[in-house]
C-alpha cells in the first residue's frame, strides 16, 4: 500500500514531530558549533561520528551493510542530497545568517518536493488537500518571517540563498530515498553518511588541517549533540518516516522545525521571536495535517499518470 493511501498513527505523527524538533536544534548547534571549528570540518566531524554511531548499532542488531557497488552508488547520491551539499550550505550561510532565518528558509522542503514531485517523479497522488497543506504551511512560515525579517531580507543574500539551494536538496533527498523502501533504514541512514564522512574529509584535511584547530569546548559539545542527536537519531527516524508517510509527508516536518528552531535559537542563542509566530504555528501544524492525512474521495487528487 502506498504511503499516501493509508491514515498515519498516532506513533509515526509523533515521530514526524521529534524529527522536527532534532533538526530544529541542529540550527543551534550549528550556529555555536562554527564559532571555533570551520565548516568543512564540522560538517565531516558531523558525518563521522553520526555514521560510526550508526555502525555500532547495525552490528548490535545483526546486520550488515550491502556490498554491491551499485547500492553504494546509490548511498553517494543520496549523501550528496541529504548531507554532504545541504549540511555544508546551512554551516556556510549561518556564518551570516541568524539560526532562527536558516530555519524558516529551509522550511521550504515541502513546497520544493510538492513541485518536483507533480511536475517530474510523479510517485505520489498530489492531491489538492496536499497542496493546501503546503500553501497554509507556506503561509505560516512567512508569519514567522514577520515583517522585520523582510525588511532585512536584503542583508546576507549569498546565505540566504545557499540555505534555499540547500532546501532544495533535502526535496531532492526525500525523492531519492524512496529507492530503498527494501532496506531496513538503518542501512541508508549508516550508508549515506559513511559516504558522506569519506567525501568530505579529505576536504577537511586539505582546507582547515583541523589538527591546527583549538576549538572550544562549546563548540566541541554542539558538535556531539550534532552529530548524535540531529544526525544520527535523526536519519533513522527520516528513512523510517519515508517508507510510512512517504516524502511529501515527511518534508512536512519542515514547516513544524521551523517555530521549534527558532524557539531555540531565541532561547540559546538570544535570537529574537515575533509575535506573529504564535499563528504561523497554526498555520504550520494545519499544513502538516493536511500533508499527511489522505483525502477521502479520489477525484480531487491530481495523480499524474
Not at 213 to 228: E, F, M, R, T, W
Request: charge should be positive.
Amino acid at each position: 500500500m502506498a504511503p499516501s493511501s493509508f491514515r498515519p498513527p498516532v506513533f509515526e505523527l509523533a515521530l514526524l514531530a521529534l524529527l522536527a524538533t532534532l533538526w530544529g536544534a541542529s540550527y543551534t548547534f550549528i550556529k555555536i558549533g562554527i564559532e571555533t571549528i570551520p565548516p568543512v570540518t564540522l560538517i565531516a566531524a558531523r558525518t563521522l561520528i553520526a555514521g560510526s554511531l550508526l555502525l555500532v548499532v547495525l552490528h548490535l542488531r545483526g546486520l550488515r551493510l550491502p556490498r554491491d557497488g551499485a547500492t553504494w552508488r546509490s548511498f553517494a547520491v543520496q549523501a550528496c542530497l541529504n548531507s554532504v551539499a545541504p549540511f555544508t550550505l546551512i554551516v556556510w550561510a549561518e556564518q551570516s545568517v541568524d539560526a532562527g532565518l536558516a530555519v524558516i528558509l529551509n522550511a521550504m522542503t515541502p513546497v520544493f518536493t510538492f513541485l518536483i514531485t507533480w511536475a517530474w517523479s510523479r510517485h505520489e497522488a498530489t492531491t489538492f488537500r496536499k497542496f493546501a497543506g503546503v500553501m497554509i504551511g507556506l503561509l505560516g512560515t512567512c508569519a514567522i518571517v514577520g515583517t522585520q525579517a523582510l525588511t532585512h531580507a536584503g542583508q546576507a543574500l549569498a546565505g540566504q540563498l545557499a540555505v534555499v539551494l540547500a532546501t532544495i536538496c533535502y526535496a531532492g533527498a526525500a525523492i531519492f530515498g524512496r529507492n530503498f523502501k527494501s532496506l531496513d533504514p538503518i542501512m541508508p541512514a549508516t550508508g549515506s553518511l559513511i559516504s558522506g564522512a569519506v567525501i568530505l574529509l579529505p576536504l577537511s584535511l586539505v582546507l582547515d588541517r583541523p589538527w591546527t584547530l583549538a576549538p572550544s569546548g562549546a563548540s566541541l559539545l554542539a558538535l556531539i549533540g550534532l552529530a548524535v542527536f540531529s544526525t544520527a537519531c535523526a536519519f533513522l527516524i527520516y528513512f523510517r518516516l519515508i517508507h510510512t508517510l512517504g516524502s511529501l509527508g515527511t518534508t512536512a516536518q519542515g514547516y513544524l522545525r521551523a517555530p521549534i528552531g527558532i524557539a531555540i535559537g531565541a532561547s540559546v542563542l538570544g535570537e529574537r521571536l515575533d509575535s506573529s509566530a504564535w499563528f504561523g504555528l497554526l498555520c504550520i501544524l494545519a499544513g502538516i495535517l493536511l500533508m499527511t492525512l489522505p483525502s477521502r474521495g479520489h477525484p480531487s487528487a491530481m495523480r499524474a499518470t
